[in-house]
Each structure stands twice: as C-alpha cells, then as structure tokens.
Nanobody, 117 residues
Framework: QVQLVESGGGLVQAGGSLRLSCAAS????????MGWYRQAPGKQRELVAT??????NYADSVKGRFTISRDNAKNTVYLQMNSLKPEDTAVYYC????????????WGKGTLVTVSS
C-alpha cells in the first residue's frame, strides 16, 4: 500500500507564489519518478513537471516559473510555483512511479490551486 499526501494549495493573486509538497509513504522500494500533473475545470489532466534521479521535465507553459525538487530521504517531492497566472488555476495531483518488472503508478487526491486576477 502506497499513500501520497499533498499539501500547499490555496488561493493566491496573480504574480504570487505557492509551494506544493507531496509525501509518499508505505511500501516504497525504488522510485523511478515523481511529479505533478494538473487538471483545470473542463480540461484533461496534463503534465506539469516530473523528476527522476537524473533529470527534470517541465511543461512548456510552466518553464522558467515552476521548479520541481525532491528529498529522497523523505520520499517527498516539491513544486515551487512562482509568477502564478490565472491559467495555472487547477487541481494539482502528485504522481509516483515505482520501479519493478511492471512499473506501478500512484496518484494523490489532489490539492486545489486558485490564482485570482
């Protein structure tokens, strides 16, 4: 059993900053990747950023504004979001991929980020 607990969402004005955290717990042996996806009302879930042991990947829409990082000792991933825009408003979901013959994928319940104009 693996649990992902997100925190840090909320309401912020355009141009402001927020920091999301996601702590993974349970039967975690080897992590391939962690990351963040988001889903705005009426839209499909989309990738925001992912991080592996050797690299990071960002959606074009957040490059230069968002930074993903990871604390391996705590199995925690962070998303520092700066220069927020109203179009960043969405539910942000934490993502975890565990290594194995068949990689396993887990999702958090989501945290709402609302950016007012």
């Amino acid at each position: 059993q693996v649990q992902l607990v997100e925190s840090g969402g909320g309401l912020v004005q355009a141009g402001g900053s927020l920091r999301l955290s996601c702590a993974a717990s349970g039967n975690i042996f080897s992590i391939n990747a962690m990351g963040w996806y988001r889903q705005a009302p009426g839209k499909q879930r989309e990738l925001v950023a992912t991080i592996t042991s050797g690299s990071t990947n960002y959606a074009d829409s957040v490059k230069g504004r968002f930074t993903i990082s990871r604390d391996n000792a705590k199995n925690t991933v962070y998303l520092q979001m700066n220069s927020l825009k109203p179009e960043d408003t969405a539910v942000y979901y934490c993502y975890l991929q565990l290594a194995g013959l068949v990689p396993r994928h887990y999702w958090g319940k989501g945290t709402l980020v609302t950016v007012s104009s």
